[in-house]
C-alpha cells in the first residue's frame, strides 16, 4: 500500500479525516481516503458517522468506515499543522484523525 510522507505524519488508503466547523452549531463529517496520487494529493469520500447523543442538540459522533457517501474529492495535503490537513472547501478544514476517536458535535432544530 502507498503512503504519502509529512513532516508531521503518513497519509495512506483508508486513513480517516475529520472536519469540524460550523457557526452557532458544530457540524463533524469524516473523510476517509480511498486513493493516493504523486506525492501530495489524495482522492477522499464522505463517510456516515455513528452518533451518539448526550443530550438533545448534541453528542460524540465517530466515523463510519467504508460506509461510504457523496462524491469522491480530489484534494492536497497540507503539510502545516500538528497532523496532515486537507482543504474540503474554503470554509471546512478537515485533520487526520483516529477512527476510534469521539468528536463531539452540536446541532439546533
Request: proline share 4%; charged share 20%.
Amino acid at each position: 500500500m502507498e503512503a504519502l510522507t509529512f513532516n508531521n505524519g503518513t497519509v495512506s488508503v483508508g486513513d480517516v479525516f475529520v472536519s469540524s466547523w460550523g457557526y452557532e452549531q458544530t457540524n463533524v463529517n469524516f473523510y476517509q481516503v480511498i486513493s493516493v496520487h504523486g506525492k501530495k494529493t489524495v482522492t477522499v469520500q464522505e463517510i456516515r458517522a455513528s452518533v451518539l447523543l448526550t443530550c438533545s442538540m448534541s453528542g460524540y459522533k465517530t466515523p463510519l468506515l467504508n460506509d461510504f457517501c457523496g462524491e469522491p474529492l480530489k484534494r492536497r495535503v497540507r503539510d502545516c499543522y500538528s497532523v496532515p490537513a486537507i482543504e474540503i472547501e474554503s470554509f471546512e478544514m478537515a485533520y487526520k484523525t483516529q477512527p476510534e476517536e469521539k468528536h463531539e458535535f452540536t446541532s439546533y432544530y
